[in-house]
């Protein structure tokens, strides 16, 4: 995303794999989280760590997850607010969000013009994505208003493929009969598996999975520029 422009990403997610991603040592954050950001107790300016020219990282670790105690007045609008003196500064902000409704997600689908919610295919996922598509077109949308977010689109991103597998070929029909936007979709391979645990000093480039997503990508940039 950041050779289309400027890219700012934003670790929610208090199990951090974002930020392990991009960072060894956790002594390189230390008290300048997104948490600490959220909680005023330092500039947000003082928590963004640059990966790259045109890549910058907010990182999150564990620490993350007392984030719903310790907010009390208007906890929703909280990264809306914080994220005002930086938001022009960046073509992207992309934020990566624990797989539930807890409170990091909903202040990010606050704030998100654009939404990709990845599944897998199987059956408790899908009655989980219901859960979630229902919250972004209802109380969602009345968070939107008050943040004056312009939204855009929600897509599915179905993950873990395997081919012929029949199951999946029948959950995916029917999650096109109730989900307009369904992106193509990453297959199961253990080049993601080795991402994980390596890190950014794996090779992504050229990988079938860089290739996949590099894909959806272009799918929802051209999408949006419609």
Not at 25 to 34: A, N
Not at 38 to 56: A, F, G, R, W
Not at 70 to 98: H, N, W
Not at 169 to 196: F, M, N, S, W, Y
Request: with cysteine; net charge negative; hydrophobic share 40%.
């Amino acid at each position: 995303l950041s050779e289309h422009g400027k890219t700012l990403m934003i670790d929610l997610d208090s199990q951090n794999s974002l930020t392990s991603y991009f960072v060894e040592e956790i002594e390189q954050f230390q008290d300048k989280t997104i948490l600490q950001a959220l909680l005023e107790s330092v500039p947000i300016e003082d928590t963004i760590m640059q990966i790259s020219d045109k890549l910058s990282l907010i990182p999150a670790d564990i620490e993350l997850c007392r984030l719903a105690t310790a907010l009390t007045e208007l906890p929703e609008m909280q990264l809306d607010s914080i994220l005002e003196p930086i938001r022009g500064k960046y073509d992207f902000i992309v934020i990566d969000c624990p797989p539930n409704l807890n409170l990091e997600t909903r202040q990010a689908l606050a704030i998100s013009n654009i939404i990709i919610t990845p599944t897998l295919l199987e059956k408790w996922s899908i009655r989980s994505l219901a859960i979630v598509t229902d919250h972004i077109e209802s109380k969602n949308k009345r968070l939107q208003k008050l943040t004056n977010t312009n939204f855009e689109g929600h897509y599915i991103l179905p993950t873990m493929k395997e081919k012929n597998r029949s199951i999946q070929i029948q959950v995916l029909d029917d999650l096109t009969d109730t989900q307009p936007h369904i992106l193509e979709g990453i297959h199961k391979r253990t080049d993601v598996q080795k991402l994980a645990y390596l890190g950014s000093d794996a090779p992504i480039t050229g990988t079938d999975t860089y290739k996949e997503y590099s894909r959806v990508l272009e799918v929802v940039l051209k999408l949006e520029s419609v």
